[in-house]
């Protein structure tokens, strides 16, 4: 990589106007292929979307002036599918993608004509667009928080037998991370207080991911390892052997995206146990 692109890369960032949150990303002269430094920017990019409850995605790829228009238009949407996929493989769900299209070239707007390299350089990017949700209201948290379901304790409390699966339903996970989002704590806390209780039955904790191509585990953005799901399953282990539960009495596994519910992606984020034994009383 050149010194000129090396320049240009760092033009590139994060910027909010009305409401919308742009990103960019540039290549190489006839590349679709994201540059590392591009990736490492983009992926702070999307881990800044953590907490940002995200009404669409739109992905627009352009090419330089140089070259037929056939050409530009199909590289510009080459580029546009990469970033497309590094979306998807981050846990940003295809279903808030609304545009991905390769606009061909940008024409050169001649403002100083010893910057016609430099001019060019700009134009060889991917443009992002993120459109966020108004923000929520005190009332509208406050009534979410009030309706969050208390059903799994019961459930463990119940009559369970071998190979019975229990979905937390309300234990979510914040988009790319292991971390729980806060109003999923207390809910844990009472499943964790249950199982405790529950000497009898064996378990093993099952992690999943959203909206990965080709049923892939996600990347943790903490760790940068693509083993997301396990990632999952392990905080919630963890969490219960501080809890007081015998290690002994459950395991964990990363089931990545093989079993997606098909609703909100953010359920697919999502922890279960499947009851792998039932002591004799």
């Known amino acids: 990589m050149n010194k000129l692109f090396l320049s240009i890369i760092l033009i590139g960032q994060l910027t909010v106007s009305q409401n919308k949150l742009t990103h960019e990303v540039y290549f190489e002269t006839d590349k679709y292929d994201v540059p590392v430094t591009e990736e490492n920017r983009l992926l702070l990019f999307i881990s800044s979307l953590s907490d940002i409850d995200i009404e669409s995605i739109s992905i627009y790829g352009f090419c330089d002036d140089i070259g037929a228009s056939e050409y530009n238009l199909k590289l510009s949407q080459d580029r546009a599918n990469a970033i497309k996929a590094i979306f998807a493989n981050n846990e940003i769900s295809e279903s808030l993608i609304s545009n991905v299209d390769g606009k061909g070239e940008i024409l050169l707007k001649i403002v100083d004509e010893k910057d016609l390299i430099k001019i060019r350089g700009l134009n060889r990017k991917v443009e992002i667009i993120i459109n966020p949700k108004p923000p929520k209201t005190i009332q509208e948290k406050q009534t979410e928080a009030a309706v969050i379901k208390k059903d799994v304790p019961e459930q463990i409390k ?26 999923s704590k207390p809910v844990l806390e009472a499943i964790a207080k249950s199982l405790v209780e529950r000497k009898d039955i064996y378990f093993t904790i099952q992690g999943h991911v959203c909206c990965t191509q080709y049923s892939r585990d996600a990347v943790d953005r903490k760790t940068k390892k693509r083993n997301l799901s396990v990632a999952r399953a392990k905080f919630v282990y963890d969490y219960f052997v501080k809890k007081g539960i015998n290690p002994k009495r459950m395991k964990y596994v990363g089931l990545r995206r093989l079993f997606p519910l098909g609703g909100d992606p953010k359920d697919d984020r999502r922890v279960e146990i499947l009851i792998t034994y039932v002591k004799e009383p």
């Open 158 to 183: 119940g009559n369970l037998k071998i190979g019975d699966k229990i979905v937390f339903e309300n234990i979510l996970f914040k988009t790319g991370y292991s971390t729980m989002v806060s109003e």
